[in-house]
């Protein structure tokens, strides 16, 4: 069955920067992409962003240009997300999510089929 | 950007009820690209629906998706006590994906 577990919460300061990873199982983990989604607290879904897991493409949300880097291991068929110069409303739970469409003319992604358990990541002074 | 508003917020229901919940796009969505997502307290989203009306493998079939362009409808045909959550669509018909903020489902 597929699974995407992540990596345990963490607590960073203001400024300090924070890896999370998202360890895939069930599936072949090149055939697909993989997007992260955060959720502050009490607050909606965002899209962070999307790598592919064949070729190491990225697209990511405007917002986060410049902050964040999406990289992945195919040895351990792990994905990882850095985000960095963290602030306080970086403070959420975030998800990674298998990805099975993406359409590389329009940067188009699709829709998510599967979920990690989710990291949260909380930054405090 | 396009925007998802869903309605309403909070929806109260008794189990066995029908549940009817919106989700509204301020432009057009190309290709009926909607999903739906059930979220449960401390759990992670789960996908029901995409593409606007196809169920997602192991999601049972009292849960059913419609609409197109800038209208569309989860619905819930018997409510069972584990389907009250907060329901979330996702359009993906450009770019960036973006989320509606949310009906929660509530036991009345």
């Known amino acids: 069955q597929v699974q995407l577990v992540q990596s345990g919460a963490e607590v960073k300061k203001p400024g300090a920067s924070v890896k999370v990873s998202c360890k895939a199982s069930?599936?072949?983990?090149?055939?697909?992409?993989i997007s992260w989604v955060r959720q502050a607290p009490g607050q909606g879904l965002e899209w962070m962003g999307w790598?592919?897991?064949?070729?190491?493409?990225?697209n990511y949300a405007q917002k986060l240009q410049g902050r964040v880097t999406m990289t992945t291991d195919t040895s351990t068929s792990t994905a990882y997300m850095e985000l960095r110069s963290l602030r306080s409303d970086d403070t959420a739970v975030y998800y990674c999510?298998?990805?099975?469409?993406?359409?590389?003319?329009?940067?188009?992604?699709?829709?998510?089929?599967?979920w990690g358990q989710g990291t949260l990541v909380t930054v405090s002074s | 950007e396009i925007v998802l508003t869903q309605s309403p917020g909070t929806l109260s229901l008794s189990p066995g009820e029908r549940a009817t919940l919106s989700c509204r796009a301020s432009?057009?969505?190309?290709?009926?690209?909607l999903a739906w997502y059930q979220q449960k307290p401390g759990q992670a989203p789960r996908l029901l629906i995409y593409?606007?009306?196809s169920r997602a493998t192991g999601i049972p079939d009292r849960f059913s998706g419609s609409g197109s362009g800038t209208d569309f409808t989860l619905t819930i045909s018997r409510l069972e006590p584990e389907d009250f959550a907060v329901y979330y669509c996702q359009q993906y018909g450009s770019s960036p994906p973006i989320f509606g903020q949310g009906t929660r489902l509530e036991i009345k």
């Open positions: 790598i592919s897991a064949y070729n190491g493409n990225t």
């Open positions: 432009q057009s969505v190309s290709s009926s690209y």
């Open positions: 593409g606007a009306s």
């Open positions: 069930g599936y072949t983990f090149t055939s697909y992409g």
């Open positions: 999510a298998r990805a099975p469409y993406y359409d590389f003319w329009s940067g188009r992604v699709g829709y998510f089929d599967y």
